[in-house]
Structure formats: structure tokens, C-alpha cells
């Protein structure tokens, strides 16, 4: 028999370290040339830059739909919604520069930018990214940055919008150019609001996606550093987190370490139990968190129907399912995790009206629809809600994802074709 061949140490360390570098090439390559498709998912869903809602569907009147030129010279567009009714003057009313999250687009947000309008009052301005809807360009960190910078300029020029108190709210991604730009006109915007948001992309990436997290201190060009530019923050800037404990793709733990991080200590902490990534803004209280938080630092009452403020209340047991209270906290606090045992503190809201606040778009699978007002009392006393008509609630109106899973598999499959070819 002839002898059994055994391969040495060094033959079979080179075979696996051979195999790990066309594993790692493929994925390298998908991560470096596929990364801004795959962070930037602005054709999900199917349609999204041509098919772009207008805020005149939804009963937001007048408008203007502006093109604006980027300091590169890439043309972007935004949504301009002036609020004027009455003896109300835009003038007289805070303005909202919203900033979306990174699927679909502007369009798709045109629910939220209602309830700013109409519930709150407030002008909005949302604007279109590049290599979105209908805007010129291919997204980028850098590109949209430029492009954040030149809405918010455009509403620091505007005739009836210059003088007005600015508020940046963005999801998600959305969040990062939001904190991005309060770090750089933080005497020039009155407040932030961010939701669901990381602490940089290099710190996100390993999460979502763990097989690339050998590529990431290498090959990841879009960084998106959160975390350094909220320490920026002056000490006295309002900040408002709004964080879902369910959220699958940005950890909790990345929200909460932007607010240990914030520089400012005029913030505050609210924290959704039953908030997904993409369906925290249709929580109980979401609405009525951002009119108190709006109405305290703009010193301008929001209307009928703005909230009190919100104030912590003794502890009672939540009756299941219904979701329980988001959680708050206070600068002089730090954030803890949702509240799921009738040890911990909750937040009881109301308003004037005894409304909630809270509106939602009920038409499933579509934008279109009136947005409604859920009743405070009504929500919890109504356990008999079918999980159908909360599938509803969730449909017309949310963030948006960090980018689908087939895109993903998409640009590994173009990153081992490159591969081949090379080898």
C-alpha cells in the first residue's frame, strides 16, 4: 500500500490563506465598487426616481418644486411648503428642513412633512438627494453633504423662510446628514432631531453585514462619522433622539452612543419598546414628542392640537400586546434600555385636546390617503386592534431600509465575476 501523503503545515496554510484572498478579493471588490449602490438603494422600490409623490396628492398647498445647484454643480430638487393660513404669516411659524432616510424617495415622506404642516404648522422643506427622485447626480457621502448645505442655505435666503427657526429631523441616514450639518450651523438652525441613527457607517457595516467586516478599515469609502461631529455640538444646542428598542439593522446601543457622545446637554431621550427600524415613527407618542420638543425651543405654540409636554408618571403595568410607553430621558440622565417591566419608568402624554398626535397613513401598500388622528385613550383601550389593522398603521408610513438584501447578493455576484477574470 503505498504510503498516505500527508500535506505539510506550510503547504496547507498556504491553500487556506490562497482560498480566504478569492473570498476576500470577491468581497472586497463588491464592498469598493458596489458600496454607494448598495448604502444608497435610491431605485428601491422599483420606480422610485421617476415616480415621485407630490406634495399636492396629500393636500400640502402651495408648494414649489425648486431646483437648486449644488456647489458642484449638480442639480438637486426640493419640496418647499410654506405654511400659510389665515393671519398666519410662513414667517411667523419654525421651519423643518426634512431629511430622509436612503431608500425610495422624498416623495415617500411626504406623510411625515403633513404632519409637520398641518398638525404642527411648521414650513417644510424636503429635500431631494442627489441620485434621487428627480434630482441630477449619483449619491455619495460627500455629494449629499453638499447638498444639505445648499437646502439649508436656500432656506437662510429665502424671502419669507430666512428668519424663520430652523429644525433639522432626518431617519436613519437621514440622521447622520442632520448632525452633520448642525455641526457645522449650529448658530444658524435652532434644534436636531434624529431617529434610529449610528454612529458611523464603519461601526453599522460589521452588523449588517458581518462577512465584510474584514473590508471595512480598508475598502469603506463612506464613513459618515456621526459620532465625531455630535461631540461638536455647543453645549446648549436642543437635541432631540427618538430610538425604536426593536431596531434590526442600526443596533440601540448606536443611538444611545451618540447621546453619550452629543456635546450638547440640552437633550433628550425618548425610546419606542415596539420600534422597528422602519416603523418607529408610526409609534404612539412619536408626533407628540417632536411637537413638545419643537414648541418648548421655538417658543411658538403649535397649535390646537400641540401636546403638553411630556412628563414621567408612576409606573403601571402595560396590558399585552398593546405596546407600552416610550421611555424618556433627560440630559441629567442617561438613556437605559425600554421599558418592559412595570418597575420602569414611563411616559404619559397628552394634550389640550386629549388627542394623541398621533397621524397615520391608513391606505395599505400606498402613500396615498388621508392621514388620521389616533386617540390617546382609544389606543389604550383598544386591545381588540387586529394585527391586520397594525400592519396598516405601518405601511403607508416609515423610514425606509439600509439597502436589500438582493443588492447585496447583486454586487458579490459582480465582485467574484471580477475576480475571475483577474485570476
Known amino acids: 500500500m503505498a504510503p498516505l501523503h500527508l500535506p505539510s503545515l506550510r503547504s496547507l496554510i498556504a491553500w487556506i490563506a490562497g482560498t480566504l484572498a478569492v473570498s476576500l478579493t470577491a468581497g472586497g471588490t463588491a464592498l469598493y465598487l458596489a458600496q454607494c449602490r448598495l448604502i444608497y438603494p435610491s431605485n428601491m422600490p422599483a420606480g422610485s426616481r421617476t415616480n415621485v409623490p407630490r406634495p399636492d396628492e396629500f393636500g400640502l398647498a402651495p408648494f414649489d418644486d425648486v431646483e437648486l445647484v449644488a456647489p458642484d454643480g449638480v442639480k438637486i430638487r426640493a419640496f418647499v411648503i410654506p405654511y400659510a393660513r389665515g393671519d398666519v404669516k410662513p414667517s411667523d411659524r419654525p421651519t423643518v428642513l426634512l431629511l430622509h432616510a436612503n431608500a425610495g424617495n422624498v416623495g415617500h415622506r411626504l406623510p411625515i412633512a403633513k404632519v409637520f404642516w398641518e398638525r404642527m404648522r411648521c414650513n417644510v422643506v424636503a429635500l431631494s438627494y442627489r441620485g434621487y427622485g428627480h434630482s441630477e447626480g449619483s449619491p455619495s457621502e460627500q455629494g449629499i453633504k453638499l447638498d444639505a448645505q445648499t437646502a439649508l442655505d436656500y432656506i437662510l435666503s429665502h424671502p419669507e423662510l430666512e428668519k424663520t427657526q430652523i429644525f433639522l429631523y432626518g431617519q436613519s441616514i437621514g440622521g447622520a446628514v442632520a448632525i452633520f450639518l448642525a455641526s457645522q450651523n449650529a448658530q444658524r438652525v435652532k434644534g436636531l432631531i434624529i431617529e434610529n441613527t449610528f454612529l458611523s457607517l464603519p461601526k453599522l457595516v460589521p452588523h449588517v453585514l458581518p462577512f465584510l467586516r474584514p473590508f471595512v478599515p480598508f475598502l469603506l469609502h463612506q464613513i459618515w462619522p456621526s459620532e465625531r461631529?455630535?461631540?461638536?455640538?455647543?453645549?446648549?444646542?436642543?437635541?432631540?433622539?427618538?430610538?425604536?428598542?426593536?431596531?434590526?439593522?442600526?443596533?440601540?446601543?448606536?443611538?444611545?452612543?451618540?447621546?453619550?457622545?452629543?456635546?450638547?446637554?440640552?437633550?433628550?431621550?425618548?425610546?419606542?419598546?415596539?420600534?422597528?427600524?422602519?416603523?418607529?415613527?408610526?409609534?404612539?407618542?412619536?408626533?407628540?414628542?417632536?411637537?413638545?420638543?419643537?414648541?418648548?425651543?421655538?417658543?411658538?405654540?403649535?397649535?390646537?392640537?400641540?401636546?403638553?409636554?411630556?412628563?414621567?408618571?408612576?409606573?403601571?403595568?402595560?396590558?399585552?400586546?398593546?405596546?407600552?410607553?416610550?421611555?424618556?430621558?433627560?440630559?441629567?440622565?442617561?438613556?437605559?434600555?425600554?421599558?418592559?417591566?412595570?418597575?420602569?419608568?414611563?411616559?404619559?402624554?397628552?394634550s389640550s385636546s386629549g388627542s394623541s398626535f398621533e397621524l397615520v397613513d391608513r391606505s395599505v401598500g400606498s402613500l396615498g390617503g388621508e392621514l388620521e388622528k389616533r386617540d390617546d385613550a382609544e389606543e389604550k383601550e383598544n386591545d381588540g386592534e387586529t394585527e391586520g389593522e397594525k400592519l396598516e398603521l405601518r405601511e403607508g408610513i416609515s423610514a425606509g431600509s439600509f439597502g436589500p438584501r438582493e443588492e447585496l447578493e447583486e454586487a458579490m455576484r459582480e465582485g467574484e465575476e471580477l475576480v475571475k477574470e483577474k485570476l
Open 229 to 350: 461631529y455630535i461631540a461638536t455640538l455647543p453645549g446648549d444646542f436642543p437635541v432631540l433622539f427618538l430610538a425604536g428598542s426593536r431596531d434590526e439593522l442600526v443596533e440601540p446601543g448606536q443611538m444611545k452612543g451618540l447621546w453619550e457622545r452629543c456635546g450638547s446637554k440640552v437633550k433628550r431621550w425618548i425610546e419606542f419598546p415596539y420600534g422597528t427600524h422602519n416603523d418607529t415613527c408610526v409609534q404612539p407618542q412619536y408626533f407628540a414628542h417632536i411637537s413638545s420638543f419643537i414648541a418648548e425651543h421655538s417658543s411658538l405654540p403649535l397649535g390646537p392640537s400641540h401636546p403638553a409636554a411630556p412628563t414621567s408618571s408612576a409606573p403601571t403595568p402595560a396590558p399585552a400586546p398593546a405596546p407600552a410607553s416610550p421611555h424618556v430621558t433627560t440630559a441629567d440622565s442617561e438613556p437605559e434600555p425600554a421599558a418592559t417591566e412595570p418597575s420602569s419608568p414611563t411616559v404619559s402624554t397628552t
